[in-house]
T-cell receptor
Framework: KNEVEQSPQNLTAQEGEFITINCSYSVGISALHWLQQHPGGGIVSLFMLSSGKKKHGRLIATINIQEKHSSLHITASHPRDSAVYICAVRYSGGGADGLTFGKGTHLIIQP | DAGITQSPRHKVTETGTPVTLRCHQTENHRYMYWYRQDPGHGLRLIHYSYGVKDTDKGEVSDGYSVSRSKTEDFLLTLESATSSQTSVYFC?????????????FGSGTQLSVL
């Protein structure tokens, strides 16, 4: 089974720091998703990428198709950004059931 | 949020009993999914549906069945619950079009099998 690897698994930072979370995958994909899950909460879609870069507020997501790698950046981090961030990929030709999820990165932003 | 709701939010049951979780959507999406989330694992697909009465198995389907008799409802049944099925269950919908896909998740069901 194709894997999705996220790093780091856990990250604790101070408020205001620039945060980077990484996601790597093994074969060609048609889409990559970044998701956010707050403690005890549901899962929210942040971005879908197939190429390039997307920005929403303080969040920036990039993808390098050749290197099979994506990053999620958070600028001016805030305690409310504390959550688990999940990367998911849809492998090319994977069909309707073709999403593979990473194990998540647990982020804590301390005031 | 694509109008997706799950019920119940929490359930405690005993080993050997049947359990049904419900996922309801209001936006007429074709694709619906049931995942389970466990520590140390990414979300894992149990079953999915691509239309009324059209369902297929996912990665961890043993011990689970699903039904979709209406577009808006996708039911997950644990035929005889076991302790290994203690987990958080998420229903999801995907909305696709012109090279774009968005995922919507329900709030989750915390299931404990004692």
């Amino acid at each position: 089974k194709n894997e999705v690897e996220q790093s780091p698994q856990n990250l604790t930072a101070q408020e205001g720091e620039f945060i980077t979370i990484n996601c790597s995958y093994s074969v060609g994909i048609s889409a990559l998703h970044w998701l956010q899950q707050h403690p005890g909460g549901g899962i929210v879609s942040l971005f879908m990428l197939s190429s390039g870069k997307k920005k929403h507020g303080r969040l920036i997501a990039t993808i390098n198709i050749q290197e099979k790698h994506s990053s999620l950046h958070i600028t001016a981090s805030h305690p409310r950004d504390s959550a688990v961030y999940i990367c998911a990929v849809r492998y090319s030709g994977g069909g309707a059931d073709g999403l593979t999820f990473g194990k998540g990165t647990h982020l804590i932003i301390q005031p | 949020d694509a109008g997706i709701t799950q019920s119940p939010r929490h359930k405690v049951t005993e080993t050997g009993t049947p359990v049904t979780l419900r996922c309801h959507q209001t936006e007429n999406h074709r694709y619906m999914y049931w995942y389970r989330q466990d520590p140390g694992h990414g979300l894992r697909l149990i079953h999915y549906s691509y239309g009324v009465k059209d369902t297929d198995k996912g990665e961890v389907s043993d011990g689970y069945s699903v039904s979709r008799s209406k577009t808006e409802d996708f039911l997950l049944t644990l035929e005889s619950a076991t302790s290994s099925q203690t987990s958080v269950y998420f229903c999801a919908i995907s909305e696709s079009g012109q090279g774009h896909e968005k995922l919507f998740f329900g709030s989750g069901t915390q299931l404990s099998v004692l």
